[in-house]
């Protein structure tokens, strides 16, 4: 029995020992490691600090030592104090003739990284193109170089050398945009597409990327696609005002005069210091509202498009005439009413021409900018045919036009010939019908004939 409690208070004290000793080693444990993890928080920065204060030190008694220069750079650059660290960099380059030990590629490129960091991309070309002779297979310093070139608008040099890191690295997504907008940049619109179109794949809500996309596809005649998108970003306050611009002249193109007048409404809603821009709405309004034949906003666009620009394209010449336009109902008819309306008053004319006289018109043909008229003329005194042709310009009738007149009165056997403009005849014209049966009858003349037509007097029904 003795024995027995013996044994039991040896394993006893046995276990109790055991115990103690792993209680000691594991709080020796936890402490070490709580204490190392204390020396490490507080030692990382301290040890940047030391490499700094030691590399400044050494640079204070030698500028140009290599080693600390480094140091230094590299820890600057890679706690983003592009500043600091851009003077280093530049350091390393000068001296590196002297000092081979300096790696002129990594200073060239993180000196061209600093420059661009720094809104200075300019700076950045020529470290960066001395870091492409020394690795030109390098994705980094391609794609970097190629960034710079772009925002230095030397788009044409910056192709080539984003091609080089998009075939270096495929999985560069950021190269796709920069390769879009320097197709885009160069106008070479179709070979844009693939890449803006990875591009909005990528990042679909780059209102940027959108517009060029746009203007891509229309320059390619893929039109409708592009007006979808430009009436998409006509509220955009960057791009909408030129979304607006577009969208407005291609519904304007498609004969959609109301929907172009929507366009170029909310761009003049944009705020915009671009007098040109400004201007070239008003006088894109005044086309549209000309087409609606409504003289009195489209005179009122005219005017602020003059007071805005003065001498802006022709609208010092359009004010006058539309002016005119919107005094003189029959004179605007003969310029800018449908055909049916001008041929009406072409037949008028005819009257008015041959007051005291029966006339009769046998054939009527109506061309784009003018009318043809082939009339039996019966007087008192003489009975002939008579060959009319109305010119709808206001700008001068060459020669060329006339001998064309002289030989459609002979084809239509016609006695004689009165060509009528709104405008005036050359000199070479008025020439040209010297000894031949032909009247020629101008501007002037034509707004006196339209202004004595009353509503409809006994004398020019037809």
Not at 43 to 69: F, G, T, Y
Not at 113 to 141: M, Q, W, Y
Not at 235 to 255: E, K, Q, V
């Amino acid at each position: 029995m003795h024995g027995i409690i013996e044994l039991i208070m040896d394993n006893l004290y046995t276990i109790v020992l055991v115990a103690f000793v792993l209680i000691v080693f594991t709080t020796f444990l936890l402490l070490t490691t709580q204490v190392k993890k204390k020396s490490k928080r507080r030692l990382r920065p301290k040890s940047n600090q030391v490499l700094i204060r030691d590399a400044i030190r050494k640079l204070d008694s030698d500028p140009h030592n290599p080693e600390s220069l480094k140091i230094l750079a590299d820890i600057y650059f890679k706690e983003s104090k592009w500043e600091k660290a851009l003077p280093l960099f530049q350091t390393q380059l000068d001296i590196a003739a002297a000092y081979p030990q300096i790696d002129q590629f990594e200073a060239g490129l993180k000196l061209g990284i600093c420059s661009l960091k720094l809104g200075k991309p300019e700076d950045a070309v020529k470290p960066l193109l001395l870091a492409r002779h020394e690795r030109p297979e390098n994705f980094e310093i391609n794609y970097n170089l190629g960034e710079a070139l772009i925002q230095t608008n030397d788009f044409e040099k910056a192709i080539p050398v984003l091609r080089k890191a998009l075939a270096i690295n495929t999985e560069a997504n950021e190269v796709y945009a920069s390769l879009a907008k320097a197709f885009y940049k160069t106008k070479r619109f179709k070979e844009a597409l693939p890449y803006l179109k990875k591009t909005l794949d990528i990042n679909p809500e780059s209102k940027e990327f959108l517009y060029y996309m746009a203007d891509s596809l229309h320059e390619t005649g893929n039109t409708d696609k592009a007006l979808k998108i430009f009436m998409h970003l006509r509220a955009d306050p960057l791009f909408g005002i030129y979304s607006c611009l577009t969208a407005g002249t291609i519904h304007f193109n498609y004969g959609q005069i109301d929907k172009a007048i929507r366009d170029f409404e909310i761009g003049l809603k944009h705020q915009s210091s671009d007098k040109d821009i400004q201007a070239e709405f008003r006088y894109k309004l005044s086309q549209a509202y000309l087409k609606q034949n409504d003289i009195g906003k489209s005179l009122m666009y005219l005017k602020e498009t003059n007071a805005i620009k003065p001498n802006y394209k022709d609208v010092p010449s359009l004010i006058a005439r539309y002016e005119e336009l919107n005094q003189n109902q029959n004179y605007r008819t003969y310029l800018i009413g449908g055909n049916s309306d001008f041929v009406s008053l072409c037949r008028k004319l005819v009257l008015v021409h041959f007051k005291k006289s029966r006339a009769k018109i046998t054939n009527i043909n109506v061309f784009t900018d003018f009318a043809e008229l082939t009339t039996d003329i019966e007087t008192d005194k003489w009975e002939d045919t008579v060959f009319f042709r109305f010119y709808r310009t206001t700008s001068s009738v060459g020669e060329l036009f006339i001998r064309d007149f002289h030989a459609k009165i002979r084809d239509e056997k016609a006695g004689r010939g009165i060509c009528v403009t709104a405008g005036t005849f050359s000199d070479e014209s008025k020439k040209f019908i010297e000894g031949r049966p032909i009247d020629l009858i101008e501007k002037d003349m034509l707004v006196k004939m339209l202004t004595s037509i009353e509503s409809e007097p006994s004398y020019l029904q037809l």
